[in-house]
């Protein structure tokens, strides 16, 4: 089963995450199999950790839930809150299969929370600019609750446009890189 996992920080809580990085890091090899792409949210200058996305594939929601519950920065308070998802890889891929590389051009997480009759269900045509897509759902995955993308573009309304705007109630667009270990 994947799973989403956004865990967003809470406001001044970056110098209690760089003393963390190594813990967060460790903790997170452990999932280094599981893993279908990881990486920061950031400010808009691209140069402050806004929060922390990890895409897992885990046997159940107990387990993603000890995943995002038991990370070191969650346990030390840096976070503000968590979305933790049941999420399908549309694409069959993990981010470091994507052909366009770790590094070029602008990087965003498009979480589109649902409302109502499932959209976005088919991954769209021009898929070359996408790292991961796939629907949000509830934990016995049979309800939709939305869609999150990473996507390369050249701008936030590029990436926006992903989404089909009039099918959710609320569609957040977040710098995104690559993340994990060097």
């Known amino acids: 089963m994947e799973f989403l996992c956004y865990h967003r920080d809470r406001p001044g809580s970056l110098p209690l995450r760089h003393r963390l990085t190594e813990e967060h890091w460790s903790y997170m090899d452990q ?25 897992v594939d885990l046997p159940d929601p107990s387990g993603a839930r000890t995943f995002a ?5 969650y346990q030390a308070g840096a976070y503000r809150d ?6 399908r890889n549309m694409l069959g891929r993990t981010m470091w299969d994507f052909p366009g590389g770790p590094a070029e051009g602008n990087r965003y997480l498009v979480l589109g929370l649902g409302a109502g009759k499932a959209a976005d269900t088919t ?8 790292i991961a897509y796939g629907p949000l759902l ?10 999150a993308a990473l996507i390369r573009a050249p701008d936030r309304d590029t990436a926006r446009a992903i989404l089909t705007p009039d099918r959710y109630a609320d569609i957040e667009v977040h710098n995104w890189q690559f993340g994990g270990r060097s």
């Open 138 to 147: 509830s934990d016995d995955g049979a309800t939709w609750l939305g869609t």
């Open 82 to 87: 968590v979305l933790l998802r049941r999420w």
């Open 31 to 55: 999932y280094a199999k599981e893993m279908i792409a990881r990486g920061p949210t950031l400010t808009d200058d691209g140069e402050t950790p806004t929060g922390s996305v990890h895409i």
């Open 123 to 130: 991954v769209p045509a021009d898929r070359d600019e996408l």
């Open 69 to 73: 519950f038991d990370e070191p920065n």
